[in-house]
T-cell receptor, first 116, second 116 residues
Framework: DGGITQSPKYLFRKEGQNVTLSCEQN?????MYWYRQDPGQGLRLIYY???????QKGDIAEGYSVSREKKESFPLTVTSAQKNPTAFYLC???????????????FGPGTRLTVL | AQSVSQHNHHVILSEAASLELGCNYS??????LFWYVQYPGQHLQLLLK??????LVKGIKGFEAEFIKSKFSFNLRKPSVQWSDTAEYFC??????????????FGQGTELSVKP
């Protein structure tokens, strides 16, 4: 089955620890994105990547880091510098990010991170 | 800064009632428009999209939306809701200025509860 997988589904961490969230896609999509979802705030873009070995900050990148070493993988690290990391994190991919006439994002199931 | 506004945070309807969820955006140029739905415990999935052409677009499960350029609006409608439509609904905009990377700006979301 083609799709986007995120692991783990639930993640707990202690304050002061870094944690890495996994996102893998087998859709052969060029672009990948990380969003954070908080109640009443919709989805906010953390980082995105249009091609391998390149990525850009989104609206709320502080306290997060990413890498894009392979087309199918875009892991997100939540560092101890992120002041309010408890949230639902969604990964998405897009087959045609540079084509305005057709670009659409497909979403993974999400990871719920709780900082204890 | 570009923004997307969804007027209702929580809507409660009885089955068979008609639904209209408002969405307004602040960007004045060309846009792509989307409605996504998040059913309880499920992935965020695309309900419908507008890229160009007929401003009245039909989506899955009997939903439709109308793009009114003069009002910067893309309201979602369904003539008769079902209990299974209970979900959170997100409006999203891809302004042409963001064509690089296919970034989306999301609204805050509207939670729809349908009473059987």
């Amino acid at each position: 089955d083609g799709g986007i997988t995120q692991s783990p589904k639930y993640l707990f961490r202690k304050e002061g620890q870094n944690v890495t969230l996994s996102c893998e896609q087998n859709l052969n999509h060029d672009a990948m994105y990380w969003y954070r979802q908080d109640p009443g705030q919709g989805l906010r873009l953390i980082y995105y990547s249009q091609i391998v070995n390149d990525f850009q900050k989104g609206d709320i990148a502080e306290g997060y880091s990413v890498s894009r070493e392979k087309k199918e993988s875009f892991p997100l690290t939540v560092t101890s510098a992120q002041k309010n990391p408890t949230a639902f994190y969604l990964c998405a991919s897009n087959p045609s990010p540079t084509s305005f006439s057709y670009n659409e994002q497909f979403f993974g199931p999400g990871t719920r991170l709780t900082v204890l | 800064a570009q923004s997307v506004s969804q007027h209702n945070h929580h809507v409660i309807l009885s089955e068979a009632a008609s639904l209209e969820l408002g969405c307004n955006y602040s960007y004045g140029g060309t846009v792509n428009l989307f409605w996504y739905v998040q059913y309880p415990g499920q992935h965020l999935q695309l309900l419908l999209k507008y890229f160009s052409g007929d401003p009245l677009v039909k989506g899955i499960k009997g939903f439709e939306a109308e793009f009114i350029k003069s009002k910067f609006s893309f309201n979602l409608r369904k003539p008769s809701v079902q209990w299974s439509d209970t979900a959170e609904y997100f409006c999203a905009v891809n302004p042409s200025i963001y064509n690089q990377g296919g970034k989306l700006i999301f609204g805050q979301g509207t939670e729809l509860s349908v009473k059987p």
